[in-house]
């Protein structure tokens, strides 16, 4: 069985992150917007800090919770780091699973950056595309979501990037693994699993993603992401990259999205390249 240990050391130090960073996010003005009947089917939207500088790319969160809980608003303390840069962002929120199979969760976060897209232009702003960026089952929908053809029609806008953290990016791959993740695959995705799997779902033209892995995770194992890059860049060269974090379990490798932590310039320079 994987060991879990490092995953428990890890909770209490993120905890601390999401208090303070919800702190900032409060004090610098959130806003929480719903866009269906679902209580899940809201919006957390930060705008750009007032000294940052300015930029035309729409950030999205979306959070990870294995397709069936968290929050957008809960993890509005992952937009932070973005708006200090100077980015619009919102943390996306989408219906859960087994309930609410996919697409419902892909439909929902698309519906996600619409209705934050019209709050950027409320303030004056027009983003001129969007980058996603997720963690666990959000780094799966982040990943999905920049790879797959049409959605930059549904959006409106083009899909300039993604940062997939601890994703399943290979479902297959995720089957295979212990624990509870092929449950969890298996509720989400039903009888729409390679619809569903990113890696399934690459193809020529696709834009620029950055997968970041804990090379430690005990959840959602490495192998899934360094599969997912090979297969992308054997379609595309250059397209896709890894950051593996040595000793980093499935939590921990969420620190990226919070300023002035390990990883964080590299998620703001893959940003400012787009």
């Excluded at 092929?182 to 696709?206: C, K, N, S, T």
């Excluded at 090979?230 to 000793?247: H, I, M, N, W, Y």
Aim: charged share 20%; glycine share 12%; proline share 8%.
């Amino acid at each position: 069985m994987p060991d879990r240990s490092v995953e428990l050391v890890s909770y209490a130090p993120m905890a601390a992150h999401l208090i303070k960073y919800t702190a900032e996010a409060q004090l610098m003005g959130v806003r929480l917007r719903r866009f269906g009947s679902s209580m899940r089917q809201h919006i957390a939207y930060l705008p750009p800090y007032p000294d940052a500088p300015g930029r035309d790319v729409l950030v999205c969160f979306i959070h990870g919770g294995g397709w069936s809980s968290g929050s957008a608003w809960g993890y509005r303390a992952c937009l932070p780091l973005f708006a200090r840069a100077g980015y619009p962002c919102l943390s996306a929120g989408y219906r859960y699973a087994p309930r609410n199979q996919f697409p419902a969760q892909a439909h929902d976060v698309i519906a996600s950056i619409y209705h934050a897209w019209e709050e950027a232009a409320r303030d004056g702003l027009k983003p001129r595309g969007v980058a996603l960026v997720g963690h666990s089952a959000g780094g799966h929908l982040a990943g999905l979501l920049g790879v797959t053809d049409g959605v930059q029609r549904a959006l409106g806008l083009p899909v300039l990037g993604a940062v997939p953290i601890s994703g399943v990016l290979d479902m297959q791959e995720g089957l295979r693994a212990e624990g509870d993740l092929p449950r969890m695959i298996a509720d989400f995705a039903g009888e729409r699993l390679a619809e569903a799997d990113p890696v399934q779902r690459l193809r020529p033209g696709m834009p620029p993603i950055l997968c970041i892995h804990g090379d430690m995770d005990p959840i959602v194992p490495i192998e899934g992401a360094r599969r997912f890059v090979r297969a992308a860049q054997s379609l595309q060269p250059d397209c896709a990259r890894l950051v593996e974090l040595p000793g980093a379990g499935h939590v921990e490798a969420m620190q990226v999205v919070f300023p002035e932590q390990l990883g964080s310039l590299a998620v703001l320079g893959f940003m400012q390249e787009l």
